[in-house]
């Protein structure tokens, strides 16, 4: 799949837009900001480091259809750009309320894929002062995998982590090894989702037919990533968890739960039995746009593009049929938070290690008091 590089920016750039919003707090009391933009949603969390993890001070997270529109005309809307700015805006000024020292924002799918990507990232970083980085496929992979992280049992040989989003799915393979360590054995970059799908086969009223079209579209790809790596028969011999990161996820579990109002700290980490999982995805895609509109974890901003969600996880059922999936509620802002104070604790030891130098050279230059 052709994707476009990630966005450079020159130095002056960056360090005007880390002026902006460090507000010289010391290291002691760094505060990180993770801004993921995707094909269907905006989402940004701020934290602050808690020994080997982080404690989340503010979030936001909104639905902003950027990519509306991308697969059929190769263009983002100007609607769409709209929406997204304004949730951008929000984003801006919660990382400077919050004082954020640390942050990293990102593009994917969409971006990759849209031929005026360039000027939307321009406007974003003129009205927001939000400098967006394009990742690549490869990077959005891992990332997903590091943020889901926490939720891996390692008593597995092998996890697979799959993230369905707006524009494209990902796939990653992962060997277990002792002491909650991993190593990415593959992954994939399947160029659909719900999003996409959606727009290929509809959403509002999905046939029979169409359902099983998009089950195809999925499979195909699926089969590719299986025939690489051999994961149907790991998952036979008992070898393998299976985690899930995305809406689609979270909002079936929410719908299996019965919950009259989504709460992550229900669905984050839940586990949930896949036949019954399976049960909802068929009754989801027969049922029309307004029955869906009413389940309380869906609502209308969902109803169109849940059924297309029900159908990647299908497919992959299909092929990795797992008894048990675990929910995550995280991904890619958990994974570049991590990541981000990973470097930031890095920086601070190199720094301070410096400065025991320097204090050691000044006090060998200096003539010794006599005796």
């Not at 902003?64 to 000024?93: H, Y």
């Not at 400098?131 to 597995?156: K, M, Q, V, W």
């Not at 994939?188 to 989702?193: A, Q, R």
């Amino acid at each position: 799949m052709a994707t476009t590089q990630p966005r450079r920016t020159d130095k002056s750039d960056r360090r005007r837009y880390r002026r902006n919003f460090n507000n010289g707090r010391d290291s002691s009391s760094d505060i990180f900001g993770a801004l993921d933009l995707g094909t269907n949603n905006c989402r940004l969390l701020i934290a602050k480091q808690q020994g080997k993890g982080f404690r989340v001070i503010d979030s936001f997270s909104r639905i902003v259809r950027l990519g509306e529109g991308v697969s059929l005309t190769g263009q983002l809307s100007e609607a769409a750009i709209e929406r997204t700015v304004e949730a951008l805006g929000i984003c801006a000024d919660k990382m400077r309320r919050a004082g954020v020292t640390h942050m990293r924002c990102v593009a994917t799918e969409v971006c990759r894929k849209a031929d005026n990507s360039e000027d939307f990232l321009d406007r974003v970083r003129i009205d927001c002062g939000i400098e967006l980085d394009i990742i690549s496929t490869a990077e959005e992979a891992a990332l997903a995998a590091e943020g889901c992280g926490p939720l891996i049992d390692y008593r597995h040989q092998n996890a697979l982590v799959f993230d369905i989003g707006g524009g494209s799915t990902e796939l990653v393979w992962l060997g277990l090894k002792g002491r909650k360590q991993s190593e990415v054995l593959g992954w994939m970059s399947i160029p659909v989702g719900v999003v996409t799908l959606t727009e290929r086969h509809g959403g509002m009223q999905v046939s029979p037919a169409a359902y099983a079209d998009m089950i195809t579209d999925v499979c195909q790809h699926v089969d590719e990533f299986e025939a690489a790596h051999g994961i149907a028969g790991q998952i036979r011999d008992g070898r393998v968890q299976m985690l899930g990161t995305s809406g689609t996820v979270t909002t079936l579990a929410g719908v299996h739960f019965g919950l009259e109002r989504y709460s992550r700290r229900r669905v984050d980490g839940a586990w949930l039995n896949t036949s019954a999982m399976i049960d909802i995805c068929h009754r989801l895609s027969t049922s029309d746009y307004e029955t869906r509109k009413k389940e309380p974890c869906i609502g209308e901003e969902r109803a169109d593009l849940v059924v297309s969600g029900c159908a990647i996880v299908e497919a992959m059922h299909s092929r990795w049929p797992v008894k048990k999936l675990r929910v995550a509620d995280r991904g890619l802002r958990e994974g570049m938070l991590l990541g981000m104070m990973r470097r930031a604790t890095r920086d601070r030891r190199r720094a301070a290690e410096a400065a025991a130098r320097q204090r050691k050279q000044k006090a060998a230059r200096e003539p010794k008091a006599a005796t």
